[in-house]
Structures are given as C-alpha cells and as structure tokens.
C-alpha cells in the first residue's frame, strides 16, 4: 500500500537553529499538508499545497516557516530559527484529490534543546 | 473556542463488544468528516470519510453524522485487541481545507 515517507524520525536542534523536515508524497498525489501534534494535545492544521504554492495556513505558520516542493517529490518544512514551543511531532499528509481523507506519514518528532 | 469536543477515555472493553465513539462540534459550516486511527507514534490513519449528514459503513466500521444536533459518532463490531488505538475525530468546512481535530479517545480492548 502506498505509503507518505518522512524523514528524520527524530530530530534534536538546539533553539535558534534551522531545520528542515522531509516528506516524500503518495506519488500520483497533488494535494500535501503539514500538521502537528504537541504532546498531549490535538493535531494541529499548519499549511496546505496545492498547484506549487500554498493553498492556506494557520496562525501557527508564520514567518518563521515555510514549505517547498522542490522536485516534484519531496514536500519539506522548513523553521528557521527554532523555539522551545516548536517540540512537537510534525506530520506531513497528502491526498489525490481535495475530496477524500489524508493521508498521513509516521512523522518527525522534533526536540528543540 | 473548543470547535470539536472528543471524550478523552480512556474507553475499555472486551474483545467482541461494540464501541461507540462520538465528537461534538460547534462549527455548523463543517462538511467534511473524517475518523482516524493513531497507534502510539504513529501518524494518523484514515478509517472512514464521510460528506454531509448520514451513515457510511466499512467492514466492522459504521460512521454517522447528525448535522443538525453537531454530533458525529463511529461504531466498531465485534471489537478486536488490534483496534487498541486513539480515535480522533476530525472535520472541515470545505474540500481540502485543515481540518479541525477533536484531541481523541484512547480505547483499550482485552481479550
């Protein structure tokens, strides 16, 4: 069964530092998503992907994110100047169109020290 | 704003029983919705997707919506170990748009 690839599993950085979050799509997809689910809390709703930009973000999604489809397979997540608040698991998701569910990758635990 | 409301649990039952999970939501725009599985550190896994109000059945699986009460609930028969999971509920006004999770239910099923 196709499956949403993401890599690292986990990623220490040190506050301050940037990070780059990879994600391999469904391949025949075209819609990706970032979410993120800090522990013990809900899944949050970061960015949406669509058509080589981005289609809606959160408040989450800042200044200090950004996404990029670099080519044509990779989906990444970029922070560039970690925080604290910033530990979480990220999940990278995607559909084949904007009328089914997600689905999602095994995530990346990220721990910003 | 709490959108979406899930009952935490943790839920336990025996191997065999029926299960009933249920969210709320206050968002009467919402549309769109969906039930996941997530195993520990895992990422969700979609069960079922369902579009306005009604029922959708899927192997052991039932999802129904009541739009006019705000209320969503999935049905597991004949409940196995290997459905041992959090269930969250999830839903969105639009297609494609982010969804809106509820914080989902821990459900323990012993054999």
């Known amino acids: 069964e196709p499956e949403v690839t993401q890599t690292p599993s986990h990623q220490v950085t040190q506050m301050g530092q940037e990070v780059i979050l990879r994600c391999v799509p469904i391949?025949?997809?075209?819609?990706f998503y970032w979410y993120r689910q800090i522990l013990g809390q809900k899944v949050e709703f970061l960015v949406s992907?669509?058509?080589?930009?981005?289609?809606?973000k959160s408040e989450i999604f800042d200044d200090q994110f950004s996404v990029e489809r670099p080519d044509g397979s990779n989906f990444t997540l970029k922070i560039r100047s970690t925080k604290l608040e910033d530990s979480a698991m990220y999940f990278c998701?995607?559909?084949?169109?904007?009328?089914?569910?997600?689905?999602f990758g095994s995530g990346t635990r990220l721990t910003v020290v | 704003q709490k959108e979406v409301e899930q009952d935490p649990g943790p839920l336990s039952v025996p191997e065999g029983a029926i299960v009933s999970l249920n969210c709320t939501y206050s968002?009467?725009?919402?549309?769109?919705f969906m039930w996941y599985r997530q195993y520990s550190r895992k990422g969700p896994e979609l069960l079922m997707y369902t579009y306005s109000s009604g029922n959708k059945e899927d192997g052991r699986f039932t999802a129904q919506v009541d739009k006019s009460s705000k209320y969503i609930s999935l049905f597991i028969r004949d409940s196995q170990p290997s459905d041992s999971a959090t269930y969250l509920c999830?839903?969105?006004?639009?297609?494609?748009?982010?969804?809106?999770f509820g914080k989902g239910t821990t459900l323990s099923v012993s054999s």
């Open positions: 968002n009467s725009a919402f549309q769109y």
């Open positions: 391949s025949n997809h075209l819609y």
């Open positions: 999830a839903m969105s006004d639009q297609a494609g748009t982010a969804l809106i």
């Open positions: 998701a995607s559909s084949e169109t904007d009328r089914q569910g997600y689905t």
């Open positions: 992907f669509y058509n080589n930009e981005i289609s809606e």
